[in-house]
């Protein structure tokens, strides 16, 4: 089990940029894949961009070109690099942590370990 703590959101000017950090403790990163997620009031959780322990990413078609995650296992954290936000970014982010028997993200909106999320207000 590992426990998810995010961090970086904040209100934020259209066009402007922030990133969202997520850290993690009670078991390595290295193992896992990661997700960022993001969900409004009254609607799904979607998947925003993802890792797989290897290095390798996946964007939402909302994100690709603006956000960038990244992933750096020494210090048991991932980061989401948004750039160019929109007021359609607004939403609470969420940190996701996958294992070996979790769901695949492409499954699954609700598999693994889960931070409490951070909000990121995009308005001017």
């Known amino acids: 089990q590992v426990h998810l703590v995010e961090s970086g959101g904040a209100l934020v000017p259209p066009g402007g940029s922030l990133r969202l950090s997520c850290a993690a403790s009670?078991?390595?990163?290295?193992?896992?894949?990661m997700g960022w997620f993001r969900q409004v009031p009254g609607g799904q959780r979607e998947l925003v961009a993802s890792?797989?322990?290897?290095?390798?990413?996946n964007y939402a078609d909302s994100g690709k070109g603006r956000f960038t995650i990244s992933r750096d296992n020494d210090k048991n954290e991932v980061y989401l690099q948004m750039n160019n936000v929109k007021p359609e970014d607004t939403a609470v982010y969420y940190c996701?942590?996958?294992?070996?028997?979790?769901?695949?993200?492409?499954?699954?909106?609700?598999?693994?370990?889960w931070g409490q999320g951070t909000q990121v207000t995009v308005s001017s």
């Open positions: 996701n942590a996958r294992g070996l028997y979790d769901s695949p993200f492409w499954a699954s909106t609700e598999s693994g370990s």
């Open positions: 890792i797989s322990s290897s290095g390798s990413t």
């Open positions: 009670g078991s390595g990163l290295s193992m896992y894949a």
